[in-house]
């Protein structure tokens, strides 16, 4: 029997993190990393990727970035291809990055709506699918873990500026956990989920400029959500000690949805 410890051992895996340069992506990157995995970092932006890359590797993280537009289906899967060429295999995705556009549903951009939804729920969709036919079901298993929202679950506060295609796709999201972790279970490749509440990042920043007090009082815990919150959550759901684990959304959010 393994000793409790060693469940949560990464060495000798490979984990890709999408939206990986900063924020949320890179906290469970280096969550990841610090556990022995090497981390494969992929964002749009290449400076923001290399700065990342070379912060992490500072720490003794194994790590290489990708630079992608992972909205783009030619690109997901070249880009699996490649880091198959670089590594001969992948063990873990992490489905981080995603968009959101802020506008009252009865102005709602077209614009808006694609963007926001061709990146969080169709381009998540194409490169877990890639990753699985590439790595995951050839080698007889992987883990894949999405990062939803509480605004999955919630309608948005009437008291700030509405995101109906984002809380639509973060509910679709929470479902394509569900359905794939079905479908791909007897195949040994499990698929769950992070619900982040309030996180200060460069996303939200203009709504936690405007509503972060009022986020705050509204979280029973008294505090948004910090640099090290998904971390521990994160590894579990990708390790082995979270093995038995698979269709489920965890929620990290200081409690705020319940009350």
């Given at each position: 029997m393994k000793k409790l410890a060693n469940l949560f051992d990464l060495a000798g895996r490979v984990?890709?993190?999408?939206?990986?340069?900063?924020?949320?992506?890179?906290q469970i990157a280096r969550a990841l990393g610090q556990y022995g995995a090497s981390i494969v970092l992929v964002?749009?932006?290449?400076?923001?990727?290399?700065?990342?890359?070379?912060?992490?590797?500072?720490?003794?993280?194994?790590?290489?970035?990708?630079?992608?537009?992972l909205s783009d289906t030619l690109v997901t899967e070249q880009l699996v291809e490649r880091v198959m060429d670089e590594f001969g295999r992948i063990d873990i995705l992490v489905n981080n990055a995603g968009a959101t556009w802020g506008a009252p549903a009865e102005d709602y951009p077209q614009s808006g709506w694609d963007k926001v939804i061709n990146l969080n729920v169709s381009g998540v969709f194409h490169l877990t699918q890639q990753v699985a036919r590439q790595a995951f079901l050839p080698q007889g298993g992987g883990a894949v873990l999405n990062l939803a929202s509480i605004e999955g679950f919630l309608g948005h506060h009437p008291s700030r500026t509405g995101t109906i295609a984002y809380n639509t796709s973060k509910g679709a999201l929470i479902n394509m956990t569900r359905a794939l972790a079905a479908e791909w279970g007897p195949r040994k490749i499990r698929v769950n989920a992070l619900a982040p509440g309030f996180f200060p990042s460069k996303m939200t920043a203009s709504t936690?400029?405007?509503?972060?007090?009022?986020?705050?009082?509204?979280?029973?815990?008294?505090?948004?959500?910090g640099e090290t919150d998904l971390m521990g959550p994160a590894l579990l759901l990708v390790s082995d000690a979270g093995g038995h684990i698979t269709g489920q959304t965890i929620v990290v959010d200081g409690g705020a949805t319940i009350i």
């Open positions: 984990a890709i993190v999408t939206g990986g340069s900063r924020g949320l992506g890179l964002a749009r932006k290449l400076p923001d990727l290399e700065a990342a890359a070379q912060e992490l590797t500072a720490e003794g993280i194994a790590v290489k970035a990708f630079a992608a537009d936690v400029d405007t509503h972060g007090d009022e986020m705050i009082s509204q979280t029973p815990l008294g505090k948004l959500g």
